[in-house]
């Protein structure tokens, strides 16, 4: 299973930022911690699907997980 590490950090305007570690491009924005870890789940499927879709994902994305950084 291959995990992704997501950074969730609050910025000084409020807002929530997260951060799939190992995904370039991979960074949303949140009016809370929870809404922004769930974004970037989503466009970290999305990124995923696409790359499926062009035959850009191997055989080793066979399932994944998320979870926050420490």
Known sequence: M???????EREDDGRWIA????????MVYGSSER?????AQ????????????????GDDLVSISFERSA
Do not use: Q, S, T, W
């Not at 951060?19 to 991979?26: A, E, R, S, T």
């Not at 499927?45 to 994902?57: T, V, Y």
């Open 35 to 39: 809404e922004a870890m769930a974004r």
């Open 19 to 26: 951060d799939v570690i190992d995904l370039p491009g991979c």
């Open 2 to 8: 291959k995990r992704y590490r997501v950074e969730v």
């Open 42 to 57: 989503a466009l970290a499927l999305a990124i995923f699907a696409e790359r499926l879709e062009h035959g850009e994902i």
